[in-house]
């Protein structure tokens, strides 16, 4: 039998059994809301959730009808249209997933699809916040014909620069704001090779959801591309911010004619461009431990003697100053500490 034939018949058949239906089955059902209730074919539409003028063309199941039916039911009862249900007696939460995309089974389906196999849509171009690791691995892999080696080399490669900064050791940090929950803090780190590399990183607290650390809150891991000589630097570098930069600030010691009799500790200073560059580290201020200048104010003698270093900066917004102080943590005294602005 031909399709326009069969065709024909089907959707004469349905004709058939919608008339009876509507003519004979509602009227004699003994159900008096029933009855009252069918009179055309769109009250079936609206009793049965079906179709009943549907052509030959349309291909379902009884399975896919049946999951068609309930999904307008469910949207009937959360947009108040069906009869005995209110939305106030459902859970809120669930009435809003529904109405976010759940209603649509090609959406839900979709979201179901993306949170199961999501190697099926990672786009790599399309992906947020990229590295630059990252972006020089999806470079090598666009750059050649992909192949077994090819691919294993660029993500060997990738997985080298990504050792370099995943085994740092946090030496210091900072938050730009005295409400720890509102701040960017930002984080100096250094390799555990020698030579030593420093990096470092923010991280944004304002991007939290209802307190919950959101992944776009943290940079990458940047390289502090100044020379820092771990040999000759006094205790820990320290980052701040001030006047909208990074700054870092280090004290460096050094021993003339390598002698520890007359040493010199010099305060260092570099900040952060756009471009994620340090500039050319400023010499700020010098002491020595010279006993000829005893008497000058810079003189410090314990500095150059004690095993307990420490850092400290201090900003206060009140006159826009920034304090970076070097001084002997095992007893602070004035005359032990030696502070530039």
């Not at 002698?259 to 560059?277: G, H, L, R, V």
């Amino acid at each position: 039998m031909s399709t326009t034939i069969s065709s024909e018949l089907n959707q004469g058949y349905r004709s058939a059994l919608l008339a009876y239906y509507i003519g004979q089955y509602a009227p004699n059902s003994g159900d008096t809301t029933l009855s009252n209730m069918i009179k055309t074919s769109d009250d079936v539409y609206e009793y049965l959730l079906i179709d009943p003028l549907v052509t030959n063309d349309v291909e379902t199941s009884r399975v896919a009808q049946a999951m068609s039916s309930i999904q307008q039911y469910i949207n009937s009862i959360a947009l108040n249209m069906e009869p005995g249900y209110n939305t106030q007696n459902l859970d809120t939460n669930q009435l809003q997933r529904w109405n976010k995309g759940a209603d649509q089974y090609s959406l839900w389906g979709g979201y179901v699809e993306l949170d199961t196999y999501p190697e099926n849509y990672v786009d790599p171009s399309l992906r947020q916040n990229q590295t630059s690791c990252f972006k020089d691995l999806v470079t090598e892999l666009n750059q050649n014909t992909v192949s077994n080696n090819m691919a294993q080399q660029a993500v060997m490669n990738y997985l080298n620069k990504f050792e370099q900064v995943a085994n740092l050791t946090i030496v210091s940090g900072y938050t730009d704001n005295e409400d720890q929950t509102n701040g960017i803090y930002y984080f100096l780190g250094k390799t555990n090779t020698s030579p030593v590399q420093y990096y470092w990183r923010s991280f944004d607290m304002r991007l939290d959801v209802d307190n919950v650390v959101a992944s776009n809150a943290w940079s990458e891991w940047y390289p502090v591309n100044i020379p820092l000589n771990d040999d000759v630097i006094q205790t820990i570098p320290r980052l701040v911010y001030f006047n909208n930069r990074l700054y870092l600030f280090w004290f460096e010691k050094s021993d003339s004619n390598g002698s520890n009799e007359s040493s010199m500790i010099t305060a260092y200073s570099s900040w952060c461009d756009y471009n994620q560059n340090w500039s050319t580290p400023y010499a700020m201020l010098s002491i020595d431990n010279d006993t000829t200048n005893a008497s000058h104010d810079t003189y410090c003698d314990s500095l150059f003697t004690t095993q307990h270093l420490c850092t400290a900066c201090g900003y206060n917004k009140n006159d826009n100053n920034l304090t970076i102080s070097l001084y002997d943590g095992a007893g602070v005294k004035p005359t032990d500490t030696v502070s530039t602005k």
